[in-house]
């Protein structure tokens, strides 16, 4: 048994008290109003609270300022509208009204009605590239995690050319010189609410534990790297993904980027001044930059801007500069999805890319990489396509904090392949397919077959997760142990699946190549 039913736990941490200066137990005082939420079962919901200003008009492109204060209570019952983003992953699902460069909202999940609780406080970062995404998916909803004893948050945060643009004049306008990053801006506003404001929900703002997936799994190693940060979480999780090593994230200088964007967005929109582009309505900005002659569609990502990062990510981190807290990270077996024999054959392509990409160390590259058979070639492309998507770059950040952190480590591979995918396809255990388990939101794909083993894993990595909020420390009563990684422990990786078990790297020495050929 892992932990507590939740019908126990619940029932222990749900009071009749309500919170001071509320007139009912869904209603919550906060710094800028009162806002009343919900009942969900056993937890409150909180939805579509603003965390900052709008940032249109004058305030589009600049850091986030502070929210507005209302009068009376302000209902937060349903979700705020989702990030200005083009339609490009079906299965992401919303249930917020749709897209608005208005979107700087987040949702509370709390399972206690008594200020005074002090419960542990996890804050969600969603992925989707830092262009597409929002808070609003039902297999990210913060209710399920909640009932195990923990206040959890999750935000909007602003994405694409709304989020990561760079220009010259921005440059000059700022008070910092910097310009970019305000999409990491305005996921750092929403922690300093949630330092601000969580109390009022039972949450401990001394307790916070920022945890994200893909982009936001990037955000999550970058927020560990900014120096505005500190203080301001004590954990963090990191699933899929690190601000390491990237190819179609690159962080670059803030003048080369700032120069390359301005280039790109004046071309595809004729504007050429800053009053120019803030003018244009921010759907028509949208659908210019998403539909090029060209059919491509330019990518804004994050930049050592000099202010939230003064250096790159991996810089800060061998320096010993960052925000040094426990980390709990790793990823999922099947990231760069499954490669079937195909034409060319496997054994034939794996041996054009050792060529390719690793010159005269080829042969070392299909020693770690096998290609004895047709199958293991495909296995071996499959597992090398997943280490240049995400692997290999969560690795190196994990890899960084061994070096420098000084702080517990726990290192996972996720290898529980969903019955099936949103579209009945079986696909392996790809990117993204843990979110489900982690929230035990699979009401959420009524479609997937879910079964009794893929429940079990989900309660086994909500426990872990849990624990690890509380403490530090994601061990637990009747939960397979997990060593710290490290060297004394003989770098040891928890295998979460059914049953989940730790187990030495056997891929070390390809990280180790890896990391001398990719990072020169």
Same mark, same amino acid.
């Given at each position: 048994?892992?932990?507590?039913?939740?019908?126990?736990?619940?029932?222990?941490?749900?009071?009749?008290?309500?919170?001071?200066?509320?007139?009912?137990?869904?209603?919550?005082?906060?710094?800028?109003?009162?806002?009343?939420? &919900?009942?969900?079962?056993?937890?409150?919901?909180?939805?579509?609270?603003?965390?900052?200003?709008?940032?249109?008009?004058?305030?589009?492109?600049?850091?986030?300022?502070? %929210?507005?204060?209302?009068?009376?209570?302000?209902?937060?019952?349903?979700?705020?509208?989702?990030?200005?983003?083009?339609?490009?992953?079906?299965?992401?699902?919303?249930?917020?009204?749709?897209?608005?460069?208005?979107?700087?909202?987040?949702?509370?999940?709390?399972?206690?009605?008594?200020?005074?609780?002090?419960?542990?406080?996890?804050?969600?970062?969603?992925?989707?590239?830092?262009?597409?995404?929002?808070?609003?998916?039902?297999?990210?909803?913060?209710?399920?995690?909640?009932?195990?004893?923990?206040?959890?948050?999750?935000?909007?945060?602003?994405?694409?050319?709304?989020?990561?643009?760079?220009?010259?004049?921005?440059?000059? !306008?700022?008070?910092?010189?910097?310009?970019?990053?305000?999409?990491?801006?305005?996921?750092?506003?929403?922690?300093?609410?949630?330092?601000?404001?969580?109390?009022?929900?039972?949450?401990?703002?001394?307790?916070?534990?920022?945890?994200?997936?893909?982009?936001?799994?990037?955000?999550?190693?970058?927020?560990?790297?900014?120096?505005?940060?500190?203080?301001?979480?004590?954990?963090?999780?990191?699933?899929?993904?690190?601000?390491?090593?990237?190819?179609?994230?690159?962080? *670059?200088?803030?003048?080369?980027?700032?120069?390359?964007? %301005?280039?790109?967005?004046?071309?595809?929109?004729?504007?050429?001044?800053?009053?120019?582009?803030?003018?244009?309505?921010?759907? %028509?900005?949208?659908?210019?930059?998403?539909?090029?002659?060209?059919?491509?569609?330019?990518?804004?990502?994050?930049?050592?801007?000099?202010?939230?990062?003064?250096?790159?990510?991996?810089?800060?981190?061998?320096?010993?500069?960052?925000?040094?807290?426990?980390?709990?990270?790793?990823?999922?077996?099947?990231?760069?999805?499954?490669?079937?024999?195909?034409?060319?054959?496997?054994?034939?392509?794996?041996?054009?890319?050792?060529?390719?990409?690793?010159?005269?160390? %080829?042969?070392?590259?299909?020693?770690?990489?096998?290609?004895?058979? !047709?199958?293991?070639?495909?296995?071996?492309?499959?597992?090398?396509?997943?280490?240049?998507?995400?692997?290999?770059?969560?690795?190196?950040?994990? !890899?960084?904090?061994?070096?420098?952190?000084?702080?517990?480590?726990?290192?996972?591979?996720?290898?529980?392949?969903?019955?099936?995918?949103?579209?009945?396809? &079986?696909?392996?255990?790809?990117?993204?397919?843990?979110?489900?388990?982690?929230?035990?939101?699979?009401?959420?794909?009524?479609?997937?077959?879910?079964?009794?083993?893929?429940?079990?894993?989900?309660?086994?990595?909500?426990?872990?997760?849990?624990?690890?909020?509380?403490?530090?420390?994601?061990?637990?009563?009747?939960?397979?142990?997990?060593?710290?990684?490290?060297?004394?422990?003989?770098? &040891?990786?928890?295998?979460?699946?059914?049953?989940?078990?730790?187990?030495?790297?056997?891929?070390?020495? *390809?990280?180790?190549?890896?990391?001398?050929?990719? !990072?020169?």
């Amino acid at each position: 048994m892992i932990g507590l039913p939740r019908r126990i736990l619940c029932g222990f941490l749900l009071t009749s008290l309500a919170l001071p200066g509320a007139e009912s137990d869904l209603q919550v005082r906060i710094q800028t109003g009162v806002v009343e939420g &919900k009942a969900e079962g056993a937890v409150r919901a909180f939805l579509g609270i603003p965390y900052a200003a709008p940032p249109v008009g004058d305030l589009r492109w600049k850091p986030p300022a502070p %929210a507005l204060p209302w009068e009376g209570v302000r209902p937060a019952k349903e979700f705020g509208p989702r990030p200005m983003q083009p339609a490009v992953y079906k299965d992401m699902i919303f249930r917020d009204p749709g897209c608005s460069e208005d979107c700087l909202s987040l949702n509370v999940w709390t399972p206690v009605t008594d200020a005074k609780s002090r419960l542990p406080v996890m804050v969600w970062i969603f992925g989707g590239g830092f262009f597409a995404g929002g808070s609003s998916e039902q297999r990210q909803d913060g209710s399920h995690l909640a009932e195990l004893g923990v206040v959890v948050v999750s935000m909007n945060y602003r994405l694409g050319l709304f989020g990561f643009f760079a220009h010259p004049d921005l440059i000059r !306008e700022s008070p910092y010189h910097a310009a970019g990053n305000y999409g990491l801006m305005d996921q750092l506003a929403a922690i300093r609410w949630v330092h601000d404001n969580i109390s009022a929900f039972g949450g401990d703002p001394a307790n916070v534990t920022i945890f994200g997936q893909s982009a936001g799994s990037f955000s999550v190693s970058a927020l560990m790297a900014s120096p505005l940060a500190k203080g301001l979480f004590q954990k963090a999780i990191g699933e899929s993904g690190g601000a390491f090593f990237s190819r179609s994230l690159p962080q *670059r200088p803030l003048a080369t980027v700032a120069a390359e964007d %301005a280039e790109t967005v004046g071309k595809i929109t004729g504007a050429r001044t800053l009053a120019d582009l803030r003018a244009i309505p921010a759907q %028509a900005l949208l659908d210019a930059v998403s539909k090029t002659s060209d059919g491509g569609r330019p990518r804004f990502g994050m930049d050592i801007d000099g202010y939230f990062l003064p250096e790159s990510v991996p810089a800060i981190f061998a320096e010993g500069k960052q925000n040094a807290v426990p980390l709990l990270a790793g990823w999922n077996r099947d990231e760069g999805g499954l490669l079937l024999p195909e034409n060319p054959p496997p054994t034939e392509s794996m041996k054009k890319t050792a060529g390719d990409q690793f010159g005269d160390r %080829a042969n070392e590259f299909l020693a770690l990489y096998p290609t004895d058979t !047709e199958q293991r070639a495909a296995r071996s492309g499959a597992e090398f396509a997943a280490d240049r998507f995400i692997a290999f770059g969560t690795w190196a950040w994990i !890899e960084a904090e061994t070096r420098t952190g000084g702080q517990p480590i726990y290192r996972y591979r996720f290898d529980t392949a969903p019955p099936t995918d949103f579209f009945g396809v &079986k696909k392996g255990v790809f990117h993204s397919a843990e979110i489900p388990y982690v929230f035990g939101e699979f009401d959420s794909e009524p479609q997937v077959p879910w079964t009794p083993e893929d429940r079990e894993v989900s309660r086994l990595i909500q426990a872990y997760w849990t624990n690890f909020a509380r403490t530090g420390d994601p061990n637990g009563p009747g939960l397979p142990d997990w060593p710290v990684y490290s060297p004394s422990t003989g770098w &040891k990786v928890l295998h979460i699946d059914s049953p989940a078990a730790a187990q030495p790297d056997d891929f070390r020495p *390809r990280y180790l190549f890896l990391a001398q050929e990719w !990072e020169k």
